[in-house]
C-alpha cells in the first residue's frame, strides 16, 4: 500500500512509453512517407541503424564526449577534493563557490558557453588575444575539429564540482593514521598519494565512474544549447541522433530503434552500477 | 604526519596557493562574465574587442523581467516561464518526497516478494534517458488532450524525480534502527505516528539533501518540457533560453538576464543547505 502512488507513475509514465517505444521500433513509420501505412517489419530498423554510418558516427562521438569528459572530471575532481581537503587561507571562499556550477541549469550552461565561445564578441578569444596566447579570433564551436572538445569542457566545468564533492566526502573517512603508518616508512606525498589515497578512493570513483557514464550515454540538452549537433554533425552523439531522426526528420520508427538501443544500454549500465553497490555493501 | 624538509613544504605550499587561484578563477569566470553580460548595454556587449565599463552597468533587463506587459517580448515570456518553473519544481519535490518518503520506508522496513528487483526497477526509471519515452509520452498525452499543462509535467518529472527520492532515503532508512520505532509504539504512538515523530527527526538531514536533489532535477529537465510543451501557458524557464538562444531574436543581454534569474533558485538552495548536501551525496549514490 505503501508502495503503490510510486508504483503507479512508474507503469504508466516509464514502463508503457518503453513498450510502445520498442513496438514503434519494430514498425516502418516516417511521418513524411505514410503511403504504405505503418507495417511490421521486424528488426529491420535495426540491421539498418546498424549499418547506417550516421549511426556509428554518433556512437563514437558518445564514446569520445564520455572518455573525455571522465578524464576532465576525474583528474581535476580528485585534485580539487584533495585541495579542499588540505588547510589553507580562503578555503570557506572555494568551497562555497565550488557549488555554483553544479547546481546552474543545463541549458543556462550552455547557453553561456556558446556566449563565451562566441568568436567576436565572446570572453574566450578576447581573453586569449589579451593573453597574448593568440593573435586571432578562433571559431571554437564553428569548426569541427574543435566543436566537440569545447562542448565537454562546458560540460566537465557544471560536473567536476560533483566528483570533487564525492571524492571529499570519501577523503573525510580515510583516518589520520593511516598516513602516520606511512610516513614513518619514510613515504613522501606523492607515494602516500598512490599508496593509500587511491586505494581508499576506489569505491567513490568505481561508482561516480558508471553514473557519468550513464549521463554521457543520455547528453542532449547541453548539445541543444550549444551546437545543436552541428557543424557538420561533428557533436551529434547518439541521444541527439535519435531526436534528430524522431522530431526533425520525422522518421518515428528509425529514431524509435535508436532510442530504444539508448535505454538498453543504460539499462546495461544500471546493472553494472547495483552489483557494484552490492559488492560494496557485502565488503563492508 | 609526513615529515619532509622545509623547501619541499614550501613548493606544496605554493603548488597549493597556485592551484586554489586557478580554480577560484576557472569557476567563477565564466558565471561573472554572465552576469556582467546581463548588466552592460547592448552596444558594450557586442563591441570588439570586449570592453567592461562599471559606470554604464544597469539593472534595465531585470526590471524588464518584472515590469514587461507585451506578451511578445522575451522578458514577458522569461517571467511567466520562471513562474511555471517554481511551480512546477515545488510541487514534484513536495509531492516526490512525501510519497518516496513512505515507499522509501516500505523497502527499508518491510519484507516482501521481488523486493530487490522492484527497488533496481526503480533505480532503471531514474536512468532511463528521456529520449527513449518522450515520443510515445506526447502521443498519449495528445490523445488525452494534455499536451502544454503544467500538471502534465509535474506527472512527467515525477517518474524520475520519485524513484530518485525512494532510492536515496530507502539507503538512509536502512541504517536507522527498527528499535526506534518500536519503543515509540511501546509508548504509545500510533504505527504512522511513530514514522513522523521517531523517524522523519533522525533522517531529516537526509530528507534536505534529497529535496535540494529533487529540486535540482526538476528545475534542470529540459527535453520533456520542450516536445511535451508549446506556449507560455506551460514552458518552463530552460526552454523559453533554449528558443531564444536558438532564434537569435534577443541580444544576449536579455537572455543572460533570464539566465541568471534561472541559475539564482538552485544556486540559492545548493548554499543555503550545502553542508547536507555532501552527506547526502554519499549516502545517495555509494551507500545505496
Not at chain 1, 557544471?158 to 619514510?186: C, N, R, S
Not at chain 2, 519515452?133 to 488532450?145: C, E, K, Q
Request: proline share 5%.
Amino acid at each position: 500500500m505503501l508502495l503503490f502512488p510510486a508504483f503507479l507513475i512508474v507503469v504508466v509514465v516509464v514502463l508503457i512509453p518503453l513498450i510502445m517505444t520498442f513496438a514503434d521500433s519494430l514498425k516502418h513509420y516516417n511521418l513524411l512517407d505514410m503511403s504504405g501505412g505503418t507495417p511490421f517489419v521486424g528488426l529491420q530498423n535495426y540491421a539498418k541503424l546498424l549499418s547506417d554510418p550516421g549511426f556509428w558516427g554518433s556512437l563514437g562521438r558518445t564514446l569520445h564526449f564520455t572518455i573525455l569528459s571522465l578524464v576532465i572530471e576525474f583528474i581535476l575532481g580528485v585534485a580539487i577534493a584533495m585541495l579542499l581537503h588540505a588547510k589553507f587561507h580562503g578555503q570557506w571562499l572555494l568551497r562555497g563557490l565550488i557549488v555554483i556550477p553544479w547546481a546552474i541549469p543545463t541549458i543556462v550552461n550552455g547557453a553561456m558557453w556558446r556566449w563565451i565561445y562566441n568568436p567576436s564578441y565572446g570572453a574566450l578569444n578576447n581573453f586569449l588575444v589579451w593573453l597574448h596566447l593568440t593573435k586571432t579570433y578562433h571559431q571554437w564551436l564553428g569548426s569541427p575539429a574543435t566543436a566537440m572538445n569545447m562542448v565537454v569542457i562546458a560540460d566537465a566545468w557544471k560536473m567536476i564540482p560533483l566528483v570533487a564533492m564525492l571524492v571529499l566526502a570519501a577523503l573525510q573517512l580515510i583516518p589520520e593514521d593511516v598516513y602516520e603508518a606511512v610516513a614513518v616508512d619514510g613515504a613522501g606525498r606523492i607515494r602516500s598519494f598512490f599508496s593509500i589515497t587511491l586505494p581508499y578512493l576506489k569505491n567513490v570513483i568505481l561508482v561516480v565512474l558508471v553514473i557519468r557514464t550513464i549521463d554521457a550515454i543520455k547528453v542532449f540538452d547541453i548539445i541543444y544549447a550549444m551546437t545543436g549537433g552541428g557543424p557538420a554533425n561533428s557533436t551529434m552523439p547518439v541521444a541527439y541522433y535519435a531526436y534528430d531522426a524522431t522530431f526533425n526528420q520525422l522518421f518515428i520508427s528509425r529514431g524509435a530503434a535508436a532510442a530504444y538501443l539508448i535505454a538498453m544500454l543504460t539499462l546495461i549500465f544500471t546493472i553494472v552500477y547495483s552489483r557494484l553497490l552490492k559488492t560494496e555493501e557485502e565488503s563492508k | 604526519m609526513i615529515v619532509e624538509s622545509r623547501a619541499s613544504r614550501t613548493m606544496w605550499s605554493t603548488v597549493k596557493y597556485v592551484f586554489a587561484l586557478i580554480v577560484v578563477f576557472c569557476t567563477a569566470a565564466p558565471f561573472l562574465w554572465l552576469i556582467i553580460s546581463s548588466l552592460e548595454p547592448t552596444q558594450d556587449l557586442y563591441s570588439v574587442p570586449v570592453v567592461i565599463r562599471l559606470r554604464d552597468f544597469s539593472f534595465s533587463r531585470y526590471a524588464q523581467i518584472f515590469q514587461s506587459s507585451d506578451p511578445n517580448s522575451p522578458a514577458y515570456v522569461f517571467r511567466h516561464a520562471m513562474g511555471n518553473s517554481i511551480e512546477i519544481a515545488i510541487v514534484v519535490t513536495v509531492v516526490c518526497l512525501i510519497v518516496g518518503f513512505f515507499a522509501a520506508y516500505a523497502f527499508a522496513r518491510l519484507n516482501f516478494r521481488f523486493k530487490r528487483s522492484l527497488l533496481f526497477s526503480f533505480l532503471f526509471t531514474y536512468m532511463v534517458p528521456s529520449i527513449s519515452l518522450v515520443m510515445p509520452l506526447y502521443i498519449i498525452f495528445s490523445r488525452a488532450g494534455m499536451l502544454d499543462s503544467k500538471f502534465t509535467l509535474m506527472l512527467v518529472y515525477s517518474s524520475f524525480v520519485l524513484p530518485y527520492t525512494v532510492w536515496v532515503l530507502q539507503g538512509y532508512l536502512v541504517s536507522v534502527p527498527g528499535e526506534l520505532e518500536e519503543a515509540a509504539r511501546v509508548d504509545g504512538c500510533t504505527y504512522f505516528g511513530a514514522i513522523i515523530r521517531v523517524i522523519v527527526p533522525v533522517v531529516i538531514p537526509a530528507i534536505i539533501a534529497t529535496a535540494v536533489f529533487a529540486l535540482l532535477l526538476a528545475w534542470d529537465e529540459f527535453l520533456y518540457a520542450l516536445i511535451l510543451t508549446s506556449t507560455i501557458h506551460a514552458q518552463t524557464i530552460s526552454v523559453t533560453i533554449a528558443s531564444f538562444v536558438g532564434k537569435n531574436v534577443a541580444d544576449f543581454g536579455m537572455i543572460a538576464t533570464g539566465g541568471v534569474l534561472a541559475a539564482l533558485p538552485p544556486t540559492i538552495f545548493a548554499l543555503l543547505f550545502q553542508r547536507f548536501i555532501v552527506g547526502g551525496m554519499t549516502a545517495g549514490s555509494v551507500k545505496g
